[in-house]
């Protein structure tokens, strides 16, 4: 596949010299966590601090805080330490200890996406490359499990619908799909058949587009750790976890609705739009209440996630009992 030619960036988004410069100190540290921080030709001035051993601070350039009021009001968020040691990433295991146990062997750079199906102009495109023209926002966002248990986390990443744009969908684009990595090598959890891997996740076009749906690559203001989908990984946040699709290889624009891994295993008891929804059970157990991480006890789980005041008109005249 040939690869990709950025579209020129219009002057009105090019940022200020300042601004770009720590951009690029931010690039360069998160090229760097494959590496630890001592690249070549990366000099200390250029790098965000990082504690020796941790991961590199990534420095957003807006304090975009988008969400429901009670978000702010009522939802700290969740310990940084619960945020990368919980986690579901079959890739490396199905026990929520195992991702944090053994992604060490994901190597997030150098790292290429592919951009394929109902553009104008698909192909491969570096990671750094994909993220250089925009500009990094934080987002606080509850994340809510189809499992019953949520978290809620600030992540850094750019809007979906932004690097979409450069690629001019077509008429014809009516879905986006998802799809992981696959490589035993570096995600142990593929050399069983837990999965039929690749992972796959898809969002209706106009999900894709809408101004919540985030491509993060990081959180607590640092590069995203790999059991949380390093280098990139989607986030929803009023749908159920599993849609917010880690390390993420292949966006591919159809015309039809996409298989989704979840849907493959199981269509009964997990539907292409898992939209958060307390009033519809999963088949074995209540949606209506979320046990938060680091909290005793139980919570009413929200319409949407919360977010309903933002998303609802995505899904007027759609019964969401019938298309969960
Ligand atoms: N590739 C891939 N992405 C994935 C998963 C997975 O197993 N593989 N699990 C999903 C599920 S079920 C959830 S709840 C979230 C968890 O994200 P977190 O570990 O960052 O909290 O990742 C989602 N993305
Ligand atoms: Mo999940």
Partial sequence: ?????????????????????????????????AVGLGLPGCSDAEQAQARPGEAPLLKPLTGVIPGPKELQADDPPTAFKDASSYNNFYEFGTDKSDPAAHAGSLRPRPWSV????????????????????????????RLRCVEAWSMVIPWVGIPLAAVLKRFDPVSKAKYVAFETLVDPEQMPGQ????LDWPYREGLRIDEAMHPLTLLAVGMY????????????????????????????????????????????????????????????SHPRWSQARERRIG????????????????????????DLREFY
């Fill in 221 to 280: 203001g640092k590069v995203l750790p790999n059991q949380n989908g390093a280098p990139l990984r989607l986030v929803v946040p009023w749908k159920y976890g599993f849609k917010s699709i880690k390390s993420i290889v292949k966006i591919r624009l159809t015309a039809r609705q996409p298989r989704t891994t979840w849907q493959m295993e199981n269509a009964r008891e997990y539907g292409f739009f898992a939209n958060v929804n307390p009033e519809v």
């Fill in 114 to 141: 592919a951009i394929e199906g109902e553009v104008g102009r698909p192909g491969v495109i570096d990671l750094d490359d994909l993220l250089r023209p925009h500009t990094l926002e934080d987002r606080i966002y």
């Fill in 1 to 33: 596949m040939r690869s990709f030619r950025p579209t020129p960036v219009p002057s009105s988004e090019i940022t200020a010299e300042g601004v770009f410069l720590r951009r690029r100190a931010f690039l360069r540290a998160a090229a760097g966590t």
């Fill in 295 to 318: 909290e005793w006890g139980k919570r009413p789980t929200l319409m949407l996630n919360g977010y309903g005041e933002q998303v609802e008109s995505l899904y007027r005249g759609m």
């Fill in 191 to 194: 050399r069983r058949s837990t």
